[in-house]
Nanobody, 124 residues
Framework: QVQLVESGGGLVQAGGSLRLSCVAS????????MGWFRQAPGKEREFAAG????????YYADSVKGRFTISRDNAKNTVYLQMNNLRPEDTAVYYC?????????????????WGQGTQVTVSS
């Protein structure tokens, strides 16, 4: 069983930045793909960014491309999401996800493990 704990959410003004962190209870370098999803009120959970187990490959949703950067530090079993130039429409609960697979996954059903989520609120 993999446990994921997110942190770093908060309230920020439009144009500001936040960095989310997700610490895993297992050695994530062992072929665990990691991803960040988000869920706004009244909407379905959607993929934001994903990263391969080695960190060499990343993938982003069009809505965050060029503003968000996903990275990982396998020595710390931690994945990050650097969010710049935030917009009010980025307001959501952000979830960290992990799965034991080789390639980056972009759909919710492809991830077996989830964190509890961290709230990000962007004011206009």
């Amino acid at each position: 069983q993999v446990q994921l704990v997110e942190s770093g959410g908060g309230l920020v003004q439009a144009g500001g930045s936040l960095r989310l962190s997700c610490v895993a209870s297992v050695r994530t370098s062992s072929n665990y793909v990691m991803g960040w999803f988000r869920q706004a009120p009244g909407k379905e959970r959607e993929f934001a960014a994903g990263i391969s187990w080695s960190g060499s490959n990343t993938y982003y949703a069009d809505s965050v491309k060029g503003r968000f950067t996903i990275s990982r530090d396998n020595a710390k079993n931690t994945v990050y999401l650097q969010m710049n130039n935030l917009r009010p429409e980025d307001t959501a609960v952000y979830y960290c996800a992990a799965d034991y697979r080789f390639q980056i996954a972009t759909t919710r059903s492809q991830y077996a493990y989830w964190g509890q989520g961290t709230q990000v609120t962007v004011s206009s």
